[in-house]
């Protein structure tokens, strides 16, 4: 491959990117929304990108992930009809007193389901349905959210991991190298349900303050639907959404068109509920953020200033491959929890690939390059798209609430996230190290 080197348009698409992430990060201190923040980046880097020659509208427009925002607003709308059913609150009702008023069982309780859909759903999709019934929980018990919407975002994080089609980026591995579903979870499922435990222990660690207050609320009272036959039929749109989704392959739909279909077979269904009230559900700073983000980091990708910092990794290759994988896993979360996972590992998949056609053994790379992304997205509130939800449905309940203790901050996130992250990742290493030989070994490919 050749080598590429730095020139003047990489360093601004890096400056550009890097005052964006700044401001983003620094939101309560110089009080512009982040999605205000994301579109004058975006803005700003349309317009060096042209002037460089690197970058284009219609390029920014190709790399805005249209996937991941049609799948999150008819996600939002099909939860918001689920919402208006009165069933989140019954269920919540039920979780509720199972539990028995023990926090750390209920966020044990919570964290499992999450976790187990995100092996078969993508991690936006687990905690869109999961969120507000989090936050029903947490209001009835009268206790602080935080925790377990931050459990709910980290565990359907480290989960997704383990599987082909739980985190985005294990698909576009698995998609370019050929790994199947099955031999997929046979090397990440065993790494990565340690390093979940590990998550699970040291979230009760660090939200120990929170777990140890005595909930004021109980669940006796009997809750009524307010609609429950919408509600049997959401179940049942849900259902087979699950199963769309977990075979959207065969059917050659992607997440989005999965969704979408869901969303219209529940809005014909439920004819009586207004469509102007559902959309006032939608998120729109959110979606606009996330819009702005893919842009901003399509121009640094476009700068190919991703793959020049990722060749710098690969130097280590043939010298030890041991110490490569390391390497790149730590290197690949650090820079997924600062620009996403999905933009770094579009970068190194064809740096890896050409090393592959040179005739270096790359095997446990890949593997590397898996848990490094996914485990990198709980180090920041915008590491992956389902941490950036969770942080919007808390400011939604802070604003609700008028109680801005309620919203998570980046700094909040970071005292969480950020240990959970290192931990995660000094679990996976040692597990590397110790079992190297078995992810060094070549893997069946598929055609």
């Known amino acids: 491959m050749e080598?590429?080197?730095?020139?003047?348009?990489?360093?601004?698409?890096?400056?550009?990117?890097?005052?964006?992430?700044?401001?983003?990060?620094?939101?309560?201190?110089?009080?512009?929304?982040?999605?205000?923040?994301?579109?004058?980046?975006?803005?700003?880097m349309i317009l060096v990108g042209q002037y460089y020659g690197f970058y284009s509208p219609d390029k920014a427009f190709e790399a805005i992930d249209w996937n991941v925002i049609f799948l999150l607003a008819s996600m939002m709308a099909i939860v918001a009809i689920m919402v208006s059913t009165g069933g989140f609150e019954r269920l919540a009702a039920q979780i509720g007193r199972f539990a028995k008023g023990r926090q750390f069982l209920l966020m044990v309780i919570m964290g499992t389901a999450v976790t187990l859909l995100s092996l078969l759903?993508?991690?936006?999709?687990?905690?869109?349905?999961?969120?507000?019934?989090?936050?029903?929980?947490?209001?009835?018990?009268?206790?602080?959210?935080?925790?377990?919407?931050?459990?709910?975002?980290?565990?359907?994080?480290?989960?997704?991991?383990?599987?082909?089609?739980?985190?985005?980026?294990?698909?576009?591995?698995?998609?370019?190298?050929?790994?199947?579903?099955?031999?997929?979870?046979?090397?990440?499922?065993?790494?990565?349900?340690?390093?979940?435990?590990?998550?699970?222990?040291?979230?009760?660690?660090?939200?120990?303050?929170?777990?140890?207050?005595?909930?004021?609320?109980?669940?006796?009272?009997?809750?009524?639907?307010?609609?429950?036959?919408?509600?049997?039929?959401?179940?049942?749109?849900?259902?087979?959404?699950?199963?769309?989704?977990?075979?959207?392959?065969?059917?050659?739909?992607?997440?989005?068109?999965?969704?979408?279909?869901?969303?219209?077979?529940?809005?014909?269904?439920?004819?009586?509920?207004?469509?102007?009230?559902?959309?006032?559900e939608v998120e729109m700073p959110l979606l606009i953020f996330f819009i702005s983000l893919f842009i901003i980091v399509g121009g640094v990708e476009g700068s190919h200033f991703l793959q020049y910092l990722g060749q710098f990794v690969i130097g280590f290759v043939e010298q030890d491959l041991l110490l490569a994988t390391i390497v790149l896993m730590w290197v690949a979360a650090f820079m997924s929890a600062a620009i996403d996972n999905i933009p770094f590992t579009a970068a190194m998949i064809p740096i890896l690939l050409s090393l592959e056609a040179q005739g270096i053994d790359i095997t446990p790379l890949w593997w590397a390059l898996a848990l490094g992304v996914g485990m990198g997205g709980n180090g920041t509130h915008i590491g992956s798209t389902a941490n950036v939800y969770i942080v919007t449905v808390s400011e939604r309940l802070a604003k609700k609430e008028n109680n801005p203790e309620l919203a998570i901050t980046p700094y909040k996130w970071a005292t969480i996230g950020l240990p959970v992250m290192i931990l995660t990742l000094v679990i996976c290493t040692i597990i590397m190290y110790f079992f190297f030989d078995f992810y060094a070994t070549p893997f069946p490919r598929t055609s």
């Open 3 to 44: 080598p590429i080197y730095l020139n003047e348009g990489m360093i601004v698409s890096g400056i550009v990117l890097a005052i964006s992430f700044i401001l983003i990060f620094t939101e309560t201190l110089h009080g512009f929304h982040r999605s205000k923040v994301a579109m004058a980046g975006a803005g700003a």
């Open 121 to 280: 759903l993508d991690n936006v999709t687990t905690v869109v349905i999961f969120g507000p019934l989090i936050v029903l929980i947490a209001q009835k018990m009268k206790v602080n959210p935080i925790p377990y919407l931050m459990a709910a975002a980290l565990l359907s994080d480290t989960g997704g991991v383990a599987t082909l089609v739980g985190d985005p980026p294990n698909l576009m591995i698995g998609s370019a190298v050929g790994i199947s579903f099955m031999t997929f979870l046979k090397h990440m499922g065993g790494i990565v349900l340690v390093a979940w435990i590990g998550t699970l222990f040291a979230l009760k660690f660090l939200c120990r303050k929170d777990l140890s207050i005595t909930p004021e609320g109980t669940f006796e009272e009997d809750i009524p639907y307010k609609d429950k036959s919408l509600w049997t039929k959401s179940l049942a749109v849900l259902g087979l959404l699950v199963v769309l989704f977990i075979s959207h392959d065969a059917i050659h739909w992607q997440p989005w068109m999965v969704a979408g279909a869901g969303l219209i077979i529940l809005v014909l269904i439920a004819k009586h509920v207004e469509m102007e009230e559902v959309m006032r």
